[in-house]
């Protein structure tokens, strides 16, 4: 359909209740004039093959990486990206998974995010010298 009408825009189906935890983010996101619910099938044919690009490339990365995953998170496969980060080959790589989190992992209940926060604001730093 992509090559025949690759305007064509249908809803993309996201619950915004599965973002976050944290009802003010929520709001905020559903409140947002430059947030909609659909998506190009033209669109979403150069996503796919962006990501087909990038999963054949994981042993080409050098670049250090710190992979943080929501471990509810139901707007990407988590699997596919530990799937990613075992293909990886850079010795410098550190994957964390936050079970019961949302794919909002910094915009989560302050208690929630403080986590990935910390493990951040650690990785950064000790990649700073």
């Known amino acids: 359909m992509s090559s025949v009408f690759p305007a064509l825009a249908l809803s ?11 009802r003010e983010t929520i709001r905020a996101y559903a409140d947002d004039p430059l947030v909609h619910d659909r998506v190009s099938v033209g669109w979403f044919a150069e996503f796919q093959k962006a990501m087909g690009k990038v999963n054949n490339s994981a042993n080409k990365l050098k670049t250090p990486i710190l992979m943080q995953l929501a471990g509810d998170d139901y707007l990407t496969d988590v699997n596919a990206s530990r799937n990613f980060f075992e293909r990886l080959t850079v010795g410098d790589r550190i994957l964390k998974v936050y079970e019961g989190l949302y794919h909002e992992i910094y915009n ?7 986590g990935p926060l910390r493990d951040l604001v650690s990785w950064v730093g000790g990649h700073l010298g």
Request: glycine content about 6%.
């Open 108 to 114: 989560e209940q302050e208690e929630l995010r403080l």
């Open 12 to 22: 993309h189906g996201m619950e915004v209740s599965k973002l976050s935890h944290d």
